[in-house]
């Protein structure tokens, strides 16, 4: 098995989700309880909560490098919102980071979706970081909800989804938002949250939820398991 670098803490709530998903997942895949070998790194969620894009992009490149030189054979950063960091990092290190916009276009590809929703931060959702590779890798077209409900999206994830605070208040709002993309066009939606899932599942909804969280975790998964290239 591989080792993998995890880059966790935007939230803590989050960070545990993918641990958990990823042992077992590991577990299911070989019909035992082993557990992979991860290293990793929890930083301050208050990080992102600065809005200082430099200083965002500078903590996970010098993060990067700490779980490179311990030994990880690839990095997963364990929400969606800090991959704005990606093609600053990327190449900065030796070693790949597995992106989730990656994990969901796999997804969103063999189901045959070419039009999702998004739900997630004011960054994930304004930002190009997931739009850009989805239409680039994929040829998928992501759509958002309305510019008037922006702040009151990221209101609901940054001061209670990722403080563990999850209301019926909330969950009402964000089913209605996933009813406005399906008129939209949306054919499924990205949860773009990783705390989103925890929130709202497949059963509250008639369209079908990407989550991103689980899809990320199979990914590495299935990276972990992978044989070493020759020369690697």
């Known amino acids: 098995m591989r080792t993998l670098g995890l880059i966790g803490g935007t939230s803590w709530h989050s960070s545990i989700v993918y641990y958990r998903l990823i042992n077992e997942m590991a577990g299911k895949r070989t019909g035992s309880q082993i557990n992979p070998p991860l290293i990793l790194y929890s930083l301050n969620v208050e990080l992102m909560r600065e809005h200082d894009i430099d200083k965002i992009k500078t903590t996970y490149l010098h993060i990067a490098r700490k779980l490179e030189i311990a030994g990880a ?137 990407l989550q991103s969280t689980n899809l990320h975790a199979k990914m590495a998964v299935n990276f972990i398991f992978q044989k070493e290239q020759t020369g690697t």
């Open 73 to 209: 054979r690839a990095i997963v950063i364990c929400a969606n919102t800090p991959h704005l960091v990606y093609e600053y990092v990327h190449d900065k290190i030796s070693i790949p980071i597995l992106h989730i916009a990656d994990a969901i276009g796999m997804e969103a590809t063999r189901k045959g979706y070419k039009k999702l929703g998004l739900l997630g931060t004011r960054a994930t959702m304004k930002g190009d970081f997931l739009h850009k590779r989805l239409k680039e890798k994929f040829g998928i077209e992501t759509v958002i909800p309305e510019e008037d409900f922006m702040d009151e999206i990221h209101h609901y994830i940054a001061a209670e989804l990722t403080r563990g605070k999850f209301t019926e208040s909330a969950k009402s709002f964000f089913l209605d938002h996933i009813q406005l993309l399906k008129e939209k066009g949306a054919q499924a939606v990205i949860m773009g949250c990783t705390e989103l899932p925890l929130l709202i599942s497949e059963e509250d909804t008639d369209l079908p939820l």
